[in-house]
């Protein structure tokens, strides 16, 4: 799970300014390292079907974010695809 020094790390590779932590470039980020866990959490857990479901809803926040980010900024949302190493 996300510990506090590793989401700040996170926070401060994606924010646009100081004070800035809950952008849509930060929620991709903080959500796909969530992703990352959980997907790694079902390798070894395969019957863990209420966790199954909260990927599957990430993942769809993630998509919804990420095509916000695509109709309102395309250079920040190549910059993020980019460093996340997603498929867009």
């Known amino acids: 799970m996300l510990n506090s020094a ?3 790390q996170i926070i401060e590779k994606f924010q646009s300014h100081k004070t ?6 930060v929620q991709i980020a903080l959500i ?3 992703i990352l866990y959980l997907t790694e959490h079902l390798k070894v857990n395969r019957k ?3 966790s199954r479901r ?6 769809s926040q993630r998509k919804k974010l990420l095509q916000y980010l695509k ?18």
């Open 48 to 50: 863990d079907f209420h």
């Open 20 to 25: 800035d932590n809950g952008s849509t470039s």
């Open 71 to 88: 109709r309102t900024d395309s250079v920040a949302f190549e910059k993020v695809v980019k460093d996340l190493g997603l498929r867009a």
């Open 6 to 8: 590793s989401k700040e």
């Open 32 to 34: 796909t390292e969530r």
């Open 54 to 59: 909260g990927l599957i809803h990430l993942v």
